[in-house]
Nanobody, 123 residues
Framework: QVQLVESGGGLVQAGGSLRLSCAAS????????MGWFRQAPGKEREFVGA???????YYTDSVKGRFLISRDNARNTVYLQMNSLKPEDTAVYYC?????????????????WGQGTQVTVSS
């Protein structure tokens, strides 16, 4: 069983930055692929990016060059650094984990989820 706890959301002006953290329990964290998803009101949950158990990051096109995912296996924590934020980035952000070294863009492929943290970007 893996438990995920996110932190770091908030309100920021367009062009600003936020860093989200996701702390995970469990001894096998390093072998899990960690994903970040977001869900805006009235929209489906969408893939933001992932950091695989194999050590590679992947991003959806809309955040490439602005968002950076990193992980610290010693701290069982994955981070989402968000720069140059836009109003359309406003959403609840979730971290997720899947016991696989390969990532997936499908939220159904992830077994464990955090509670979500709100990110609001004002124009």
């Amino acid at each position: 069983q893996v438990q995920l706890v996110e932190s770091g959301g908030g309100l920021v002006q367009a062009g600003g930055s936020l860093r989200l953290s996701c702390a995970a329990s469990g001894r096998t964290f390093s072998s899990y692929t960690m994903g970040w998803f977001r869900q805006a009101p009235g929209k489906e949950r969408e893939f933001v990016g992932a950091f695989t158990g194999g050590g590679s990051p992947y991003y959806t096109d809309s955040v490439k060059g602005r968002f950076l995912i990193s992980r610290d296996n010693a701290r069982n924590t994955v981070y989402l650094q968000m720069n140059s934020l836009k109003p359309e980035d406003t959403a609840v952000y979730y971290c997720a984990a899947r016991p696989d070294v390969y990532y997936s863009r499908l939220y159904q492929a992830y077994d464990y989820w955090g509670q979500g943290t709100q990110v609001t970007v004002s124009s």
